[in-house]
C-alpha cells in the first residue's frame, strides 16, 4: 500500500495530513497513538467510511469493520448471512470457526453479547475476508486480560500473518507489544516511518520508549 496523500479535516479541525507512506510489510503493524490522535479516522479513511482527500497506489483489498450498532437487534446467524451477501471474499466457515473458537452461540441476539463478544464478533468480520490487509482498531480497548488473550490467539490462529498485512490501532502499548513484528506512531497528524520490534527493542527497550522518543517526551 502505497500513500501518496491523506487529509481529513473535520471543519476547521485538521487530523490527518500524511505523505508518502509505503506500507508493504506482511505480518502485524502496531499503530501507536494516544486517544485523539486520529488512528480511527485513519482506519475510516482507508477503508472509505469516511470522505477525505486521499491518495493511495496499489490493488490492495482492505478488510475493515467499524462498530456497527445497526446489526445490534439481530441474531449472529442472520448477521453472517447480511455479510455474506455483502462481501464475495468473506468466509462464512471461518467466521463459524472464530465464533465457536470464542465460545460464542450464533442464534444469540447480537444485543446480549458482552463487550468483549462484541469485539470478538468485528474481529471475525474482519479477518473472515479474504484480504491483504487487515485494520483492526483499539483491539485491547477495555476488555480484561482473558478477553485479550484469546482476542491474540484468534489473530494468530486464523490470520496467515505471513502473506497478510494486519494493522492493530491502540493506546495500551504495553499490551499491544508483545503481538507485534512492527509499530508506527500516529502524533500532530502524521505517521511516523515503520520500524521492526526488533529494531526499536535493539534502540530504545521498549515500544513505549520509543513512542516517547517520537513524540518527543522528555
Request: with cysteine; proline share 0%.
Amino acid at each position: 500500500m502505497i500513500i501518496h496523500s491523506l487529509k481529513k479535516y473535520y471543519g476547521a479541525k485538521k487530523v490527518l495530513n500524511i505523505n508518502s507512506l509505503v506500507i508493504d510489510q506482511k505480518g502485524i503493524i502496531g499503530l501507536i497513538g494516544v486517544n485523539g490522535a486520529g488512528k480511527t479516522t485513519f482506519f475510516k479513511c482507508l477503508g472509505n467510511y469516511v470522505q477525505s482527500s486521499i491518495e493511495v497506489e496499489d490493488n490492495q483489498t482492505i478488510s475493515y469493520f467499524p462498530d456497527m450498532e445497526t446489526f445490534f437487534r439481530v441474531k449472529i446467524n442472520y448477521y453472517i448471512d447480511i455479510i455474506a451477501a455483502s462481501y464475495s471474499d468473506f468466509k462464512s466457515d471461518t467466521f463459524r470457526d472464530i465464533l465457536k473458537d470464542a465460545n460464542i452461540e450464533g442464534n444469540r441476539a447480537i444485543s446480549s453479547l458482552s463487550r468483549g463478544e462484541k469485539i470478538i464478533l468485528n474481529l471475525a468480520t474482519t479477518i473472515s475476508r479474504d484480504s491483504d490487509v487487515y485494520l483492526i482498531d483499539e483491539l485491547f480497548s477495555n476488555i480484561d486480560f482473558e478477553s485479550r488473550e484469546l482476542i491474540t490467539n484468534l489473530i494468530v490462529k486464523h490470520v496467515n500473518v505471513k502473506e497478510k498485512t494486519v494493522i492493530i490501532s491502540s493506546h495500551e502499548i504495553d499490551d499491544v507489544e508483545r503481538i507485534l513484528d512492527y509499530g508506527m506512531v500516529l502524533h500532530n497528524h502524521k505517521l511516523s516511518s515503520i520500524h521492526s520490534i526488533k529494531e526499536i527493542r535493539n534502540e530504545h527497550q521498549t515500544l513505549l520508549n520509543w513512542f516517547e522518543y517520537v513524540v518527543g517526551v522528555n
